[in-house]
């Protein structure tokens, strides 16, 4: 099993910037992928960025270019960087890890891209 813990959500103006943390209680090389999905309000949960153990990354077509995921092994901790931020990325943003064949979720943190 692992617990996930993030944190750096906030209120940010469009066109700015965000970097949310996803901590996990056990070491990221045990972990087949570290993902981040997002869910606004209404609409369905959708895949945002994944990283693989190897450290491959993908993107979502609506974040590419904008958002990056990276990882700091010591700290056990994954990233989000979300750079030009747009309206419609206000969402809550959940942490996400897959250790075959099990999905284990953080609690979510909120985004809000607004004026």
């Known amino acids: 099993q692992v617990q996930l813990v993030e944190s750096g959500g906030g209120l940010v103006q469009p066109g700015g910037s965000l970097r949310l943390s996803c901590t996990a209680s056990?070491?990221?090389?045990?972990?087949?992928?570290m993902r981040w999905y997002r869910q606004a309000p209404g609409k369905e949960r959708e895949w945002v960025a994944g990283?693989?153990?190897?450290?491959?990354?993908t993107y979502a077509d609506s974040v590419k270019g904008r958002f990056t995921i990276s990882r700091d092994n010591a700290k056990n901790t994954v990233y989000l960087q979300m750079n030009s931020l747009k309206p419609e990325d206000t969402a809550v943003y959940y942490c996400?890890?897959?250790?075959?064949?099990?999905?284990?979720w953080g609690q979510g943190t909120q985004v809000t891209v607004s004026s």
């Open positions: 996400n890890a897959y250790l075959s064949p099990s999905n284990y």
């Open positions: 056990r070491t990221l090389f045990s972990i087949d992928i």
């Open positions: 990283m693989s153990n190897s450290g491959t990354t």
